[in-house]
């Protein structure tokens, strides 16, 4: 039944060191991005949010610079950004968004470009995002079309954009036809992931960002899958040292990744698992409803589904799969009827893995290892989703 | 007084072929503009736009694609764009915006990415541009960040596109805070340069075109300056063998120019020259009363001027690059009142050019040569300015 035009099982050699040698306390962990001139590091830590300016000065950028951030995170964050870059000798704006999805959209990108111009922002310039994905994905397109293209640092204040988001240089927004339609591939020079930031987040978000955590096992790690099963509990309660150990897992995997598919014409495609269902969930929402990582959870469990279909998933690794999610507190059914079903399927068509018309997904033949370009008929997609809510 | 931090003068030994040999007459004239895998081809020639279907067959695109236009030139060559596309197999949608500067805008770049998307435009999907520099601009910029960027095709329908614009890959549109501050670099997969387009084109819009032409005899080639004191009668006049040259000629120029400097970091901006004051002129105009020609026919005077004064500019020169603009039909002089004088510099304060607060002028110190980085106190910008209005 399996249509992968090529199906693909992929393994890294310079990636199989032990997990439990992550789980060492260290202040602060630094990732490597290897990608030429564009390269740069990760640094996962508490307390990291101070050090910014101190960071920046080390990256020989002029003074002048905007912090773009929303107006959830502005509040409880900004001043001490601003403040660092001033004591560091930097001349800081500050540009706050209204929080959530809907920012992700071409006026908020141009009314970014107004104020930075305003505040006369230059070529060796740089901007900020202080946030979590939709200011990361916004601040960072805005850097990229700005004079066509000034750097950027982004500090992640949410799990979501700190295992996922901030690495791999994808920058955009969204249109009504779709999420993530307009974009560019923009590497920052530095990101700094402060674990302290995680205290402030809501529940929920901090759930939705472990969906993406939770995709790095299924798709890449079994030991990391395994000890996501072991210690979710701890993570769920932002035990430091945990956290810090999977943070830093989850962006090695996807910086090695990147590493080797920098531009997505590829391997790159694997940590798509899940979002083919999950970003038609949220076209379909208007991407509001759904949060990232719940639509993905979604997309994961019903991508799950079809792999037990059609690359034979083992049923008990499907049911460990539902059961994580469900661990971690994210949703694994939907109710659809039947006129939502055919605008997800519409939705789905627009998504931009699209090639030639044919909706691709990636699917996984066992925790730990996927395969990407599979075509999967709509209605085997339909019954799917129909079985997810079965399970109900 | 000259305060220019690097002065350095370019000559290319490759460039140094005699002008003759362009003025043999060729069928279809070929500049290769050598980019590494993102080279491609700029052909020159009458009737081309009707090979147009045909020359992306060879370049593998996938069937659906979009013109973008605009409502001057769709009525008169869109048809026969979409039905050479069509026969060739593709399947067009043609995206129509308003003829003139203001189309580039960010409403317009969402626009038409909305409309791309209705279509399904894919990743391997193309944008072709059909028109002058206003739709270059804003269709390359279109394509560059439209899922993260995909391939387009010029056909340029303007003096000024077939060049310059249509050369080196720069796209974007402008801000209210100043010209051209958004944008990427994209280069385009093939460009088409149609000498019978020309015939359409309104002399002022032609005469404009004429101001980019000069500039490269200014900066680079003082045979190409020669070359267009004794032939712009028949310039002018179209003739196709003599506009053939002259536009391979400066494609030439400008691929050499781009191919040392993709990114602008150094040579490509003697391509400024006379654009400093031009864009102020521009912006405090509102993108409106000046064609972009005839505003930078205003700033290489000016430059020129300035040129006399800090880098030894002989007079005879500069009274030669003076009546040629004349000869040509464009303006050479500026009536500024004190607040406008203010808004001009202010407006080349926010020029992208300017690094660390300083306005950096391209200046030339023989007909042929050019320098860059040259710092000019706004008094003497404000002083020459006043000359070019007493010498009318």
Redesign the interface.
């Known amino acids: 039944v399996c249509s992968c035009s090529s199906p693909k099982y992929f393994t890294f050699a310079h990636m199989t060191k032990k997990m439990s040698s992550n789980f060492q306390r260290r202040k602060i962990r630094v990732v490597d991005v290897q990608l030429g001139h564009r390269s740069y590091s990760i640094k996962v830590g508490a307390g990291l949010l101070s050090r910014l300016g101190k960071e920046c000065a080390g990256l020989g950028f002029?003074k002048s610079c905007a912090i773009i951030s929303d107006s959830n995170v502005a509040p409880l964050y900004a001043a001490q950004a601003m403040e660092s870059l001033n004591l560091a000798g930097f001349n800081p704006v500050l540009v706050t968004v209204p929080a959530g999805e809907k920012s992700k959209c071409?006026?908020m990108?141009?009314a970014c470009?107004?104020q930075i111009?305003?505040h006369?922002l230059?070529?060796?310039s740089f901007i900020i995002a202080l946030g979590g994905g939709v200011v990361g994905d916004l601040a960072g397109f805005v850097a990229?079309?700005?004079?066509?293209?000034v750097d950027f640092v982004q500090v992640a204040t949410t799990l979501l954009a700190q295992v996922d988001s901030s690495v791999g240089g994808?920058v955009?927004v969204n249109?009504?036809?779709?999420k993530n339609?307009?974009?560019?591939?923009h590497q920052p020079r530095l990101v700094l992931s402060d674990l302290e930031t995680l205290a402030t987040l809501p529940m929920r978000e901090f759930r939705a960002g472990m969906a993406e955590v939770i995709k790095y096992g299924i798709v890449f790690d079994a030991e990391l899958f395994n000890q996501l099963e072991q210690s979710m509990a701890k993570l769920l309660d932002q035990d430091t040292r945990t956290m810090a150990a999977v943070i830093e897992r989850c962006c090695e995997i996807k910086a090695a990744v990147v590493w080797q598919d920098e531009?997505e014409s590829g391997i790159r495609a694997i940590l798509n698992f899940g979002h083919t269902i999950g970003h038609g969930l949220e076209a379909i929402s208007s991407y509001g409803n759904y949060l990232h990582g719940e639509a993905i959870a979604i997309g994961q469990v019903a991508a799950a589904r079809l792999s037990e279909k059609l690359l034979g998933l083992p049923e008990e690794e499907m049911n460990r799969i539902e059961a994580l999610f469900q661990r971690a507190g994210l949703p694994t059914q939907v109710q659809l009827n039947e006129g939502q079903q055919q605008d997800l399927i519409a939705a789905m068509?627009?998504d931009?893995k699209?090639?030639?018309?044919a909706v691709k997904f990636v699917l996984t033949a066992s925790i730990g290892k996927a395969s990407f370009g599979c075509q999967v008929p709509n209605e085997l997609v339909v019954s799917t989703l129909s079985r997810l809510r079965g399970t109900a």
């Not at 990229?144 to 293209?149: E, F, I, K, N």
């Not at 339609?181 to 591939?185: E, I, K, N, R, S």
């Not at 699209?354 to 018309?357: E, L």
């Open positions: 002029e071409w006026e990108v141009q470009h107004e111009a305003k006369r230059e070529r060796k990229a079309t700005y004079l066509r293209g994808k955009g249109l009504r036809a779709g339609l307009v974009g560019a591939f531009t068509q627009n931009k699209v090639s030639a018309g």
